[in-house]
DNA sequence: GCCAATTTATGCGGAACGGTATAAAAATCA
DNA sequence: TGATTTTTATACCGTTCCGCATAAATTGGC
């Protein structure tokens, strides 16, 4: 019963098959009953709700009820708890990433960059309804790092893949004369990645917002500062 | 078994107000039964099964079958679970301390104690039968930190005190000669901070050893360079 | 030896947990 | 309209959870 995989080669079998654009209302309707949710907002309060209560204290009344939806529609929609979890996780990573970007713009000099990706940090690991969220690498996906390899692969992924966006831009930096040749492009990158988990770490732990900022200020000075040229 | 040497010399009938002595073996015995356990080892067992499994994926039996006792001894010495982790943590605070302590010796060169401070820092977060287990404080008690107002004021202290020691050890360098009397110590102790708990992220994350050791390297580089004489 | 005090051992009880069975509801297709 | 398909809604199942009640065990005091 239930749910073998036949790949009978259907087409439509896919669940989300393509996003292709944001645009939310695919045209084409299909058979049976439609779904009462949107399944990307349904996944955003899931997140919301990992991120405040992390994955062992989250129940599924608690994910069911953020997320609008009973728990047979969660299952069919998105699996159980751990690959919900997984698929939060990503969205998050997603969306971080699309934050984070406009900051690596190639045409900001390296210390409008650094201010704008700490500027950013600092408001997204500030917010949560119920006080300071921090960040979901750091603080949520990495507890759960140590028991489930695949949650570990990602989070590996998303340490590296920050050390690596910083590092490039630090190399242009170089190229443009901002940093001197002689500069670490991946220790400073490092450094950057450091503060910006240090941040989030001391965000949970409700550190003040000016703090932090001083943090960022002292951070830049020591990496893009005038011993660095 | 057990058997220490009875005292049955002195009756000390009062019921001691204040022996009051920090010696662990009290030879005076109470008037019961006596535990089967040492409380000290029990907490090193909690401990160390917190830090593999966090405090919400931890249950009682997991607790008192690696404590090596029954639930109602657990109760009856360390309260709840709540409690047995708050002490379990400030256990762990009290080892990390002693354990860091050698590396504040300020008879060490400022380079030496980065390195010694970093050298310990990767040994403690590596270790572990199950894998590298982190920085509870940076895992851990950090998730708890946002729902606990207690955990919290933990965590805080102990980011700010470890925050306060390297400062303090930047400001004698700066007496010394090693620094340059215009280092920002502060600046820079944070920096060595951020530098720790990103090295505990990632050892959560399976990160290499090596990679560690040479993010250290970098950092020593970055914050006592040359550049800051 | 008997009593009081304290800890150990067993196991219960109500609640919450994750996951699913089952049936009603709402759409398309014929 | 009736059959089919898909989602929703309700409620349940077995397990595990935390905390404690209860009784046996082991000591000192008299």
């Given at each position: 019963m239930s749910v073998q995989k036949s790949k009978k080669a259907g087409p439509a079998k896919k669940v989300a098959d393509k996003p292709a654009g944001k645009v939310a209302a695919a045209p084409l309707r299909k058979r049976g009953r439609p779904r009462a949710f949107e399944p990307e907002a349904a996944l955003r309060n899931a997140l919301d709700t990992f991120r405040e209560t992390g994955f062992a204290a989250t129940s599924l009344d608690d994910l069911s009820t953020a997320m609008g939806i009973n728990r047979p529609s969660l299952y069919n929609t998105f699996g159980d708890k751990r690959e919900l979890f997984l698929r939060a996780y990503q969205q998050y990573r997603q969306e971080t990433g699309a934050l984070f970007a406009p900051a690596l713009d190639p045409k900001l000099t390296l210390r409008q960059m650094l201010e704008m990706v700490f500027a950013t940090a600092i408001n997204l690991y500030l917010s949560g309804e119920n006080g300071p969220r921090g960040c979901f690498t750091v603080m949520t996906a990495a507890s759960e790092a140590m028991s489930d390899p695949e949650i570990r692969a990602l989070v590996q992924k998303a340490i590296t893949g920050a050390d690596r966006n910083l590092a490039e831009r630090f190399r242009l930096a170089v190229k443009s004369g901002e940093?001197?040749?002689?500069?670490d492009c991946a220790a400073l990158a490092q450094a950057a990645s450091a503060t910006i988990q240090s941040i989030a770490l001391r965000a949970r732990a409700h550190v003040a917002r000016t703090e932090l900022e001083e943090m960022a200020r002292n951070a830049i000075e020591l990496i893009a500062g005038p011993a660095r040229r």
């Open positions: 940093l001197s040749a002689t500069a």
